[in-house]
């Protein structure tokens, strides 16, 4: 046998001090974002790894938080579909008990996400199924884009959080559920299309659409052939809400500060502005979620309190048509006659705006008038 002489032990020990390195550092705690089909909150966690590839956090400025989520399949993955649910806030959700009820007898098939204006007080907390589902937000203020850069936000969470989620329902914390979550589940995903009120030729079109200026949006948005109104509140297919994020030309327009503030509306103008441009047959020009402008008041709607609160106003509410604007232009670009598009009567899913006092009542007839079809 060889004797090690003192210079081989040597050699030896430097091979094996790279090894004892390695063994001896401590993993260090790096931010990541949950995994695409992880049922996991969307807000980043402090996780411990042991491989430098893992997912960065959600990067918090618009442009590169779009850029990226313009990348993802806009087709969901293989079935089960799930149902993003954005809710749009600056307030606590007054309705969070009944949309408990309303989310929790199902396990899978959904996904919250808020947007929570940072600068307002949120007392009491998001909790339960609410529980960190608030994304990266920003300051919301009526008569500015930044009702509309929100919407879109949330939209890019969504897209990137889950490949499975399939349909983008945009929904206010007036908002309340008029049907079971399966009743609504089955309503959008099996639709394919959009759900996205669009109106040619309505009042103040002109004005609105002049907002930033006298021919501000040309050349790209025409008055006339390109320009449309429609409802906040809508819901999208994937391809849709891919479409919304990866656009730039027509966002442009409508990201600008307006001269005018009475008459600026980006978050009623955009959507069904680019839908009509790039995908009108994508689309059923409509919302299902009701909302009474009879008696509006400083551009808000109706609101119902909490003495009308009744099985009887549920079922008014789900018996209700919804608005089918331009019917003529659907005609012309869809290439449906008048007595198909009059038979259409897609059910309301949602209906606002709705007191907080209302709450009481609501949770009273909600096992049995809201959350049984």
Known sequence: ?????????????????????VFTITTPTTTVSPAAGDDKPPSTLRTKLHSSTSRNPLPKDDSSLLRLAARVNPNPTPPPKKIAFLFLTTTPLPFAPLWELFFNPIGGGRKIYIHADPTRAYDPPFTGVFAGRVIHSEPTNRHTPTLASAARRLLAHALLHDPAN???????????????????????????????????NET??????????????????????DFRIGSQFWSLTRSHARMVVADRT?????????????????????????????????????????????GCHGGHPRMYGADEVGPELINELRNGRPRYGDEEGLMKTNGSDGSVLSARRDPFLFARKFSPAAVGPLMDIAADAILRD
Request: aromatic share 12%; proline share 7%.
């Open 1 to 21: 046998m060889l004797t090690p002489t003192p210079f081989s032990l040597f050699c030896a020990l430097l091979l094996c001090l790279p090894l004892a390195v």
């Open 166 to 200: 399939a349909v983008f329902a945009l929904l206010s914390p007036s908002c309340i559920p008029l049907h079971s979550f399966d009743f609504t589940y089955q309503t959008l995903t099996r639709s394919g299309k959009s759900f996205i009120e669009i109106l040619a």
């Open 204 to 225: 103040g079109a002109r004005d609105r659409w002049a907002a930033r200026g006298e021919d501000a949006m040309l050349p790209e948005v025409r008055l006339e052939e």
């Open 250 to 294: 027509i966002w442009r327009k409508f990201n600008r500060t307006c001269v005018r503030e009475d008459t600026c509306y980006p978050e009623e103008n955009y959507f069904p502005t680019l839908i009509h441009m790039r995908d009108p047959r994508g689309a059923t020009s409509a919302t299902l979620t009701h909302v009474d402008w009879r």
